[in-house]
């Protein structure tokens, strides 16, 4: 178990981290928020993005897990950084990008860094896949095939996406006007043979997971 941890922090030297892009943005300058009317958080504040170079498949996952334990509470010292001690003030991420953009590879390793070892599969024809962690609840949406809003409710998402419990949404723009707005989104894409994450605050809690992020 320890191993396994270790390799995926290893894998988190190669992460790169472009020139720090901070762009402050205050709600009212709505034509930078504007250009980004396909996302569902469009009307919602941008309060700061920072975008980071992933090299490969493991750095992806080394960012996902990375990720993981910027949503983690920090309130006790003895409290384990990571894994299935970690407790977590919860939040919503939206994950964007194009098939095979990495959103899930990225969730497979926000999972390790809660501890769950087991597989991570795509949950593009079930909608969601819950993750109920000894002290957290992780739910993995991919809204891809969704349709209409009933099915949406079919789901009963009211509960899952309740604080604290951390919601991870790829294709959120499919269920636009019933998902709920993210905290933090980001948009994945395909740079050179690697891939760019572009995260944006859209909230205070998003804030706080975007300083711990890249703090
Ligand atoms: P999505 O969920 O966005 O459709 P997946 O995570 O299922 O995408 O697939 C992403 C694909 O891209 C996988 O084949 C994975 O190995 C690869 N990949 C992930 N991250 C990177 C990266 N940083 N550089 C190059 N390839 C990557
Ligand atoms: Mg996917």
Redesign the pocket.
């Known amino acids: 178990e320890m191993s396994m941890v270790t390799g995926v922090q290893t894998c988190a030297l190669p992460i790169f981290y472009r020139s720090a892009e901070v762009e402050q943005r205050a709600m009212t300058t709505l034509s930078s928020v504007s250009s980004n009317q396909a996302s569902p958080d469009a009307s919602a504040a941008l309060l700061e993005t920072r975008s980071v170079f ?4 493991a ?2 996952i080394a960012f996902g897990y990375k990720l993981a334990q910027s949503t983690q509470r920090r309130t006790h010292a003895t409290a384990p950084a990571a894994g299935l001690g970690a407790e977590t003030a919860g939040g919503i991420i939206h ?1 964007q ?12 390793g926000f999972l390790r860094g809660y501890g769950h070892e087991g597989a991570v599969k ?1 949950p593009t024809y079930t909608l969601v896949e819950p993750y109920e962690l000894a002290h957290c609840n992780i739910y993995h949406f ?1 809204l891809y095939r969704l349709s209409d809003p009933e099915e949406f409710e079919y789901l009963g998402t009211d509960q899952y996406f309740e604080s604290p419990n951390l919601c991870l949404v ?1 294709w959120a723009e499919h269920g636009a006007g019933w998902a709920p707005s993210a905290d933090l989104r980001i948009e ?1 894409s395909e740079t050179d ?3 760019t994450a572009r995260c944006s605050a859209l909230s205070q809690r998003g804030s706080e997971m975007l300083s711990a992020l890249f703090g």
């Open positions: 992933l090299d490969d498949e750095a992806t994950l990008g194009d098939l095979g953009a990495g959103k899930t590879t990225l969730t497979r795509s991919d790829e994945l043979a690697g891939r």
